[in-house]
């Protein structure tokens, strides 16, 4: 784990949530995280895992995730003020609608990535709210291979700067 200040240039944040009891059915989330941050690995990106303040679970998958954990109590705003990353993921959380308006930082939400037969309806209708409200702030890839791509490319951009 790592202490803030961090540099977070040329690294992606991966913002958790707090686990829900009965919104994801087999481990759904944790199934696309792992497909995420495993895709992310073998193409060479530096993952650091941001545990949303009550979350206790997601540290103890950061080896399995490929990250290092990013530890203190400070906001992912308060990260990015200090550098910037490539990208900050996570999925519908406001951390991802503050950051890239307020840093211009690419921002992904992976609920598209979601089996929707394994979420309950009512965070599913939460989900395909801020979808609509924030999609002018947060990307949604459809696939993997679209975050990736993604992710990618902003790279790229990056390097150029």
């Given at each position: 784990s790592v202490c803030f200040p961090y540099d977070l240039s040329h690294k992606i944040v991966i913002c958790?949530?707090?686990?829900?009891?009965?919104?994801?059915?087999?481990?759904?989330?944790?199934?696309?995280?792992?497909?995420?941050?495993n895709a992310?690995?073998?193409?060479?990106?530096?993952?650091l895992l941001k545990t949303h303040p009550r979350d206790t679970y997601f540290e103890t998958l950061?080896?399995?995730?490929?990250?290092?954990?990013?530890?203190?109590?400070?906001?992912?705003?308060?990260?990015?003020?200090?550098?910037?990353?490539?990208?900050?993921?996570?999925?519908?959380?406001?951390?991802?609608v503050t950051v890239s308006a307020f840093f211009s930082v690419l921002s992904i939400c992976i609920t598209d990535l979601f089996d929707r037969r394994k979420i309950s309806s009512d965070f599913l209708s939460g989900i395909d709210l801020y979808k609509q409200t924030f999609s002018s702030f947060?990307?949604?890839?459809?696939d993997t291979d679209e975050c990736?791509?993604?992710?990618?490319?902003?790279?790229q951009r990056h390097i150029r700067k």
């Open positions: 958790t949530s707090v686990l829900y009891d009965n919104v994801f059915a087999d481990d759904e989330d944790i199934r696309v995280w792992k497909e995420i941050c992310l690995h073998k193409v060479g990106f530096q993952l950061a080896e399995e995730l490929h990250c290092v954990v990013l530890t203190g109590h400070q906001t992912i705003e308060d990260l990015c003020s200090y550098s910037k990353p490539i990208a900050v993921i996570a999925h519908h959380s406001t951390a991802l947060v990307s949604f890839p459809k990736v791509k993604m992710l990618l490319d902003e790279k």
